[in-house]
């Protein structure tokens, strides 16, 4: 059973870019929910995507979007970065749906995002 | 809404002591609760998940209890070791079904550091 993986590890760009960050989720896995985590401060939800259909936003502007694939890996893209988009971006994987299921969320490592 | 908070923000303790690290939320209406252990710059580990109508969950030398009308949980860490060295973050998965969307709300964390 694999784990959930982040790439790239790191990530520098100036403001204004656009950046896509990717998630593999853990195997058998149908869920991907995608945090940010600015320094000092415990992750804040992004969204989630279930069967490849955005399920739930937090409080983020439009230019965080995502997409979930068939065999749900994710892709975080952010456009129009600013400076207070630096962060660690978290993504974990779930199943969810199952009766009596535990809903456990699984984190990846994380991609470090800096922005110049 | 629901927010999550810890206290203490930071700890520190002589190796062998037994500590306790509190997590509290203002609705009660939680699906579960998680506790994570997140080193420097890396992802979340999940330590112990405890649904709602659980009352603890234990994992070797940790012990996390629930109690949902109060609105707290606590994290019992025995015979503290340098290794468990780390931020420790509870998350409630908010909402009330199995298969609503997983919306899980983190605290800021204790940091929590052991002295050889």
């Known amino acids: 059973e694999t784990g959930v993986t982040q790439s790239p590890t790191h990530l520098i760009k100036t403001r204004g870019q656009q950046v896509t960050l990717r998630c593999s989720s853990q195997?058998?896995?149908?869920?991907v929910s995608w945090y940010q985590q600015a320094l000092g401060q415990g992750p804040q939800f992004i969204f989630q995507y279930y069967r490849e259909e955005e399920n739930g936003r937090g409080n983020f502007p439009p230019r965080f979007s995502g997409l979930q694939f068939p065999n749900y890996s994710s892709e975080l893209n952010v456009n129009a970065l600013e400076l207070d988009d630096s962060a660690l971006y978290l993504c974990?994987?779930?199943?969810?749906?199952?009766?009596?299921?535990?809903?456990?969320?699984?984190f990846g490592p994380g991609t470090r995002l800096t922005v110049l | 809404k629901q927010e999550v908070t810890q206290i203490p923000a930071a700890l520190s303790v002589p190796e062998g002591e037994n500590l306790v690290l509190n997590c509290s939320f203002t609705d009660s209406a939680i699906y579960n609760l998680q506790w994570f252990r997140q080193d420097p710059g890396k992802g979340l580990t999940s330590l112990l998940l405890i649904q709602s109508s659980q009352r603890e969950q234990t994992s070797g030398r940790l012990n996390a209890s629930l109690d949902k009308s109060s609105g707290r949980s606590t994290l019992y860490i025995a015979a503290s070791q340098p290794g468990d060295s780390a931020t420790y973050l509870c998350a409630v998965r908010d909402g009330g079904t199995k298969t609503s969307y997983d919306k899980v709300i983190f605290g800021p964390g204790t940091s929590l550091s052991v002295i050889p």
């Open positions: 195997s058998g896995h149908n869920t």
């Open positions: 974990a994987s779930s199943l969810a749906g199952l009766a009596g299921g535990r809903n456990e969320q699984f």
